[in-house]
């Protein structure tokens, strides 16, 4: 397992927490995803043989955030 950290912008509630963690613990080999609103950040807790930071990104981004 690997853990990262993730620059997330336009989060301007728990709403958007709450978002992004469904999205990332949704994901194929994402063990914990936590999102923290203060921080603007999400950590990670990932499989990488089935799941890369690039994905982790996307996925984010798709749901209309900013990563990076």
Do not use: H, W, Y
Not at 40 to 58: G, I, K, W
């Amino acid at each position: 397992m690997e853990t990262t950290q993730i620059k997330i912008g336009g989060m301007s509630c728990q709403g958007c927490v709450a978002n992004i963690t469904t999205v990332l613990q949704g994901m194929a080999g994402v063990a914990t995803a936590s999102v923290s609103l203060e921080a603007a950040e999400a950590t990670v807790c990932f499989d990488p043989a089935q799941v890369d930071r690039a994905a982790l990104l996307n996925a984010i981004e798709d749901a209309g955030f900013d990563a990076a």
